[in-house]
Each structure stands twice: as C-alpha cells, then as structure tokens.
C-alpha cells in the first residue's frame, strides 16, 4: 500500500510539473488536487514501515518517508491560494452565472429560478438544445440580449444578460464558444466557453484551448475580460494555466473559495460519487486585473452532471 499510494502521488506530480499529452495521463491531471491525501497517507504509511522495518528497509523507507512529505509540502502550497488570502467584499458589481445543461436534459426552471436568487446580471449556458431555449422564455425575459445558439447535442452555446451584446463573434470550438462585448456601466469583453472534453480527442481538446488561447490575448489587450463557461479543464491543466498566464485569475480561487468542484453532480443524470462529491472543477468564470472575486458558489441543477457555478465580481 505505502509503494502503491507513493507511486500514485508521484504520477499525479508529475502530470501536474510536466504537461504530458498522452490522454490517460490528461484525465489523470484533473485528478492533481487528490495528490494531498495521497502523500499524507503515503507518509504515514512510510513511517510505520520505517519504525518496523529491519535496517535495510529502513533506509528504504526514511527516503520514501522524505518525499512523501515533500509531495505534502509542494501540494498543500498549490491549494493554498483557494483557501486563504484577502479579497474583495461588500454588494458585487458583476453577477456571472454558468451552467451546463446536459445535452439540454437540465432543469430550465431550477437555472431560471437560480439566475433570479442570484441576480445574475450574465448567465453562459453550455448544452443548450432547441427545446431547452424554449423553457428557458422567463429567464430570456429577465435578460432580454442574447447571443449565441442553440443546438442539438452539446454544441449550443447561449450567453442571456441584462445588458446589451454588441460585436458578438464565434470562436473556432468544437461545442460553440463565443467573444462579444457586453454593454454594462463599465463595459467588457465576454468570452463564453465550452471546449471539447479530453476523454473524447484529446488533440481536439488541446485544438479548442490554442483558440481560446488566441481570442482571448486579442480582446485582453483591449481592455478588461470575463470568461465564463465549460472548459473540460481544471487549474492543473496547462491549458488553464497558460489563460491565467495572460493575467486572468479563477474568480474561486481568487475568492478563497475552497474545494468547488463541478463535476460530477447529479445521481440522475448518471454521474455522480457517493453523498452527492464532486471530483473536480472543468466550469470556471476567469477574470482580468479590472475584476475581483467578492464569492462564489456551486449549485446542483437536476438532470445535469454539472453544478452551475455562480462568481460574484467587484469591477476595479
């Protein structure tokens, strides 16, 4: 068990530090976070295996004992930042809403009654089929301008705001993603995401993320940019991390938020972990310096595996 635990932990550091793109290996990066408990209970182990052991293994296992803490020490300060820290507070100033409906099987009345209690003021919906539009007619009152479209399958992308959308553009994704700028007090650049998923193309995956890449340095060096949506990818991704890289910051993190994953969510959608657990975080709302996070939250939306996310945002 401790050889087994090690090796695990190992492999996730090293997907994290190295960027492989074998597609086992990309699944396996979403997974980084867990690397913690993998090392504080190899750690352990070690121990107890170092305080029995003859002299031979106990050589063997001081130096195991070594990295397993060093693996608890690098990846404790890779989650700290989602935990502690200062940010903004008091009334937000930006209500960013995403959620994926599932091929369209969410519950359009639970994201319309959400996006009220929230009062977003931007909602990114991914997997919006045809039918899914229709029941989505209240919310649409609510936040009359829209853009994108609906599609069967995954690919509809639809962005609905109380402001005006002008400039609106597609984005060469697979699933639909969408750049456009929103006509708030202070305006800004919208980026709405949904990227393929790496368990399907991991080559497609990487293709998607290089145009978002791109689009994105183009509207960041106008000014200030959110982007919201289904990336199929968390931090640990390098993907993510060469976005953040531009001087974009995870409105979770950047809020302290804690452990949010988003998927999976639902038992009824045929993806879920034991007592409703979330695996890991692919939905994210992505802001530029003008931005601070002041909270978020994850909610679960029936007949979807992915939990809504919603960012509330203090504009600089």
């Known amino acids: 068990m401790a050889v087994a635990t090690l090796a695990v932990s ?110 977003a003021d931007v909602v990114v919906l991914e997997e919006v089929t045809p039918i899914a539009f229709v029941g989505l007619e209240r919310l649409r009152r609510e936040l009359p301008y829209l853009a994108g479209e609906p599609f069967a399958g995954a690919r509809g992308t639809v962005v609905l705001s109380r402001y005006p959308l002008t400039q609106v553009s597609q984005i060469k994704v697979y699933n639909g993603a969408w750049v456009m700028t929103v006509g708030a007090p202070k305006p800004f650049s919208l980026v709405a995401v949904h990227t393929s998923q790496p368990m399907a193309s991991p080559l497609l995956w990487r293709s998607d993320h290089r145009s978002l890449l791109w689009q994105t340095t183009l509207v960041a060096r106008r000014g200030p940019v959110v982007m919201a949506g289904d990336f199929n990818a968390t931090l640990d991704h390098r993907p993510m991390r060469d976005l953040m890289g531009l001087g974009l910051s995870d409105a979770a993190r950047q809020a302290n938020a804690g452990w949010q994953p ?41 007949g979807t595996d992915h939990r809504a996310l919603l960012a509330r945002l203090a504009r600089h």
Request: glycine share 8%; proline share 5%; net charge positive.
């Open 10 to 119: 190992l492999l996730l550091t090293c997907c994290r530090l190295f960027t492989p793109t074998p597609q086992k290996l990309v699944m396996a990066t979403a997974f980084v976070p867990f690397a913690l408990v993998g090392y504080a209970l190899a750690a352990l182990a070690w121990w107890a295996v170092r305080r029995l052991g003859a002299t031979g293994r106990r050589r063997v296992s001081a130096t195991a004992l070594v990295a397993s803490v060093l693996g608890v020490v690098l990846h404790a300060g890779l989650l700290v930042p989602s935990y502690a820290g200062s940010h903004a507070s008091g009334r937000p100033d930006l209500v960013v809403m995403t959620s994926n409906l599932r091929l369209g099987l969410g519950d359009t009345t639970e994201v319309t009654r959400l996006a009220e209690r929230g009062h």
């Open 262 to 302: 988003t998927w999976p969510s639902d038992p009824e959608a045929g993806h879920a972990l034991p007592f409703g657990l979330g695996a890991m975080a692919i939905d994210h709302v992505l802001v530029s310096r003008q931005f601070s996070a002041i909270s978020t939250s994850t909610h679960e939306v029936t």
